[in-house]
């Protein structure tokens, strides 16, 4: 919860808080947003060490008291989501909100700091001016993908293998039958 420069204001977190659970990972998804909720609020109240897989199942996720964290891995696919989540909306506002929360992975209990200022994306790619005659071409952009950008595009690529896939086996048992049925058609013309 600390900052390098000391601890960061309860009601800056809090408002970062609000902001977050109205934007849409949250607001569609009552369970993440309950689990954000719910240890933000144990931070803040001094109780971030006790934030453990059976806590969080039971107070905030709505298990009953019968919840094993060794059989049931639900709270750390849970926290998963939610790290996801809070990726996705740092990834949209950026340095706009004033605290960034963190669920580091292999823990449940939220840091909370100051976002790095992203720098000036330009709002359209730069067009390469026609290279002079003796100087080097300038290089090419390079567009990335966001994480959920890059599991459809393989997903997409998968699906393509997949359908190749198919499409060979199924030209290679046309050929098989077609193959079969010229031996039949032999063997019977021999058998007459």
């Known amino acids: 919860m600390v900052e390098r420069g000391g601890v960061l204001p309860e009601p800056e977190i809090r408002a970062t808080l609000d902001i977050l659970l109205n934007?849409?990972?949250?607001?569609?998804?009552?369970?993440?947003?309950?689990?954000?909720?719910?240890?933000?609020?144990?931070?803040?109240?001094?109780?971030?060490?006790?934030?453990?897989?059976?806590t969080i199942a039971t107070q905030a996720l709505g298990r009953g008291a019968?919840?094993?964290?060794?059989?049931?891995?639900?709270?750390?696919v849970e926290a998963g989501r939610l790290r996801r989540a809070l990726d996705e909306c740092y990834a949209q506002a950026?340095?706009?909100?004033?605290?960034?929360?963190?669920?580091?992975?292999?823990?449940?209990?939220?840091?909370?700091e100051r976002p790095?200022?992203?720098p000036a994306a330009p709002a359209e790619a730069p067009v390469a001016p026609p290279?002079?005659?003796?100087?080097?071409?300038?290089?090419?952009?390079?567009?990335?993908?966001?994480p959920r950008g890059q599991a459809a595009v393989i997903a997409l690529l998968a699906?393509?293998?997949?359908?190749?896939?198919?499409?060979?086996?199924?030209?290679?048992?046309?050929?098989?039958?077609?193959?079969?049925?010229?031996?039949?058609i032999n063997a019977t013309a021999q058998a007459k």
């Open 23 to 54: 934007r849409p990972p949250f607001a569609r998804s009552p369970k993440l947003a309950s689990f954000l909720r719910f240890v933000v609020d144990e931070e803040l109240a001094g109780q971030g060490n006790a934030l453990k897989a059976y």
């Open 66 to 76: 019968d919840f094993d964290p060794t059989l049931d891995p639900s709270v750390r």
């Open 94 to 112: 950026g340095a706009d909100l004033g605290v960034r929360i963190r669920i580091p992975v292999g823990a449940y209990r939220p840091h909370f």
């Open 116 to 118: 790095a200022p992203e």
């Open 131 to 146: 290279a002079e005659p003796g100087l080097p071409a300038p290089a090419p952009v390079v567009v990335a993908f966001s």
């Open 159 to 184: 699906g393509i293998l997949l359908m190749l896939c198919i499409e060979v086996g199924l030209m290679l048992s046309a050929r098989q039958a077609e193959a079969d049925q010229r031996q039949l």
